[in-house]
């Protein structure tokens, strides 16, 4: 028992000195006698005690630390793009646009990526140990400058099929940011042919294009001899003749021709690009149509129901070249009427023709000896004047009734013109109770002489 009591003290003592050593500090108490070796039983031997432990303790070789490098991929756009990591140039990516760089240390490193023509990218990218990294970058292409001066002014620009603008009232336009490369230009104006120019842009030249757009449109011009005749262009639209300077597109045409009482023309006709091409057409007078307007003219002024249509109609046979033949009786005023009283009868039936170029008096053959004017024709645009007057008669003044009156050159005596008067077909002399002779006519024989001196006039203006 009272061995077994020490062994628990030198045990005690023992552990208190480890304790101490075990911090690493140095104990400031004697060291107390090494810890013996427990004693283990045998069924045969009995153990003694071991060697006191050692109270020093020993540390493990150092072992170096070995860090994984990073894997990086660069993928651009596009390809073939130089790669600089931290100012050093490490390649060019490939045909597909890649740059595998496998061994790398960890690490935040600057990549910068250029091509020409392109602008240039510069990021930032950090590596971890052991990891696999991707960047990719896309280049933007680099811009340069475009100068347009387009003639005719404000045409569409269109760069690679994109409108762009268009150019101002002067012909110029101008793009900024066009991008380096290849392009194709196209300038385009209602009227006019495309124009198509090729466009490339370096980085130390601007672009500059000239152009010139060519009209694709012609201009069609039409004459006739016919006032306001219809003018059919097919296709294009119809018109009254003149027509000037219509604008067609480039080709042939059809052209008509027509107007009342005239043939209808049709003329083939090509227009050239930029060009005025004309066209004069002659049209015919349609003969027949033109005999069937007289009698309806004629009908009108002898039927007496009608005036205004017999004017329209015989204005419309004058302009188309037409004469018309009148039935009046002539007045010959040589004395008052006491002359009239003693020679008989002197008014007589005589024709009188207007066409557009002349005037003529036929007298009739067989009435030649009783008429102070023999037959003659003169130009219509001579005519002095003509008019209707209305008298009531009296002393050395024509006997009383409705006359016809008309000045023209004497073609025998220039100094000395002709003073006609006429009136109506149905006209003849009369005397009232007290003696006095007068013209009775028809009730419409004032208006009849007013429309035909109307016609009259008309022919000889439309003379002159």
Do not use: W
């Not at 002197?346 to 024709?351: F, G, L």
């Not at 003529?360 to 005519?383: G, H, M, Y």
């Not at 077909?425 to 001196?453: C, H, K, M, P, Y």
């Amino acid at each position: 028992m009272k061995k077994i009591l020490i062994l628990i003290s030198v045990g005690l003592l023992f552990c208190a000195g480890a304790s101490v050593s075990g911090r690493g500090g140095e104990s400031t108490k004697k060291k107390t006698a090494p810890k013996k070796s427990p004693v283990t039983k045998s069924t045969n031997t009995k153990s003694s005690p071991g060697p006191p432990a050692s109270t020093k303790r020993t540390q493990a070789p150092a072992r170096s630390i070995v860090v994984p490098n990073a894997e990086l991929i660069i993928n651009t756009t596009p390809p073939n793009s130089m790669i600089l990591i931290d100012g050093e140039s490490l390649g060019v990516t490939d045909e597909d646009g890649s740059l595998n760089l496998p061994s790398f240390k960890p690490g935040t490193y600057t990549v910068s990526v250029s091509k020409a023509g392109y602008l240039p990218s510069i990021q930032e990218i950090t590596l971890s140990a052991g990891r696999k990294e991707t960047l990719t970058v896309e280049l933007m292409l680099g811009a340069q400058a475009l100068s347009i001066v387009a003639t005719p002014p404000q045409s569409e620009v269109y760069i690679d099929d994109v409108l762009r603008g268009t150019t101002d009232a002067s012909g110029k336009a101008t793009f900024a940011d066009v991008a380096i490369g290849e392009h194709r230009v196209l300038i385009r104006k209602p009227r006019y042919r495309d124009a198509v120019y090729p466009l490339s842009l370096s980085p130390d030249k601007e672009g500059q294009i000239n152009a010139n757009l060519e009209l694709a449109v012609g201009f069609l011009s039409v004459t006739t001899n016919v006032a306001n005749a219809g003018i059919d262009i097919a296709g294009v639209g119809k018109y009254s003749s003149p027509v000037s300077k219509v604008e067609v597109q480039t080709g042939s045409y059809t052209v008509t021709a027509s107007s009342p009482l005239y043939v209808t023309q049709k003329r083939e006709v090509n227009v050239s690009s930029g060009h005025e091409d004309q066209l004069s057409v002659t049209l015919e007078v349609d003969i027949p149509a033109r005999n069937r307007l007289t009698v309806t003219a004629m009908n009108a002024f002898s039927r007496g129901n009608d005036f205004y249509s017999f004017m329209v109609s015989a204005k419309q046979v004058i302009d188309v070249s037409g004469s018309m033949e009148f039935n009046l009786q002539h007045h010959d005023f040589v004395m008052p009427g006491l002359a009239i009283l003693q020679t008989g009868e002197r008014i007589h039936r005589v024709k009188l023709m207007i066409s557009a170029t002349s005037i003529s008096f036929d007298p009739q053959v067989n009435q030649e000896a009783e008429c102070s004017f023999r037959k003659f024709s003169v130009p219509i645009e001579t005519l002095s004047s003509v008019q209707v007057d209305e008298t009531g008669g009296g002393l050395f003044k024509k006997v009383a009734g409705v006359y016809l009156k008309m000045e023209l050159p004497n073609p025998t005596n220039p100094k000395k013109p002709y003073t006609l008067n006429f009136v109506d077909s149905t006209s003849a002399f009369v005397r009232d109770t007290r003696g006095t002779t007068a013209i009775r006519s028809r009730t419409e024989a004032s208006q009849a002489l007013n429309a035909l001196s109307q016609v009259i006039r008309y022919a000889s203006t439309k003379a002159r």
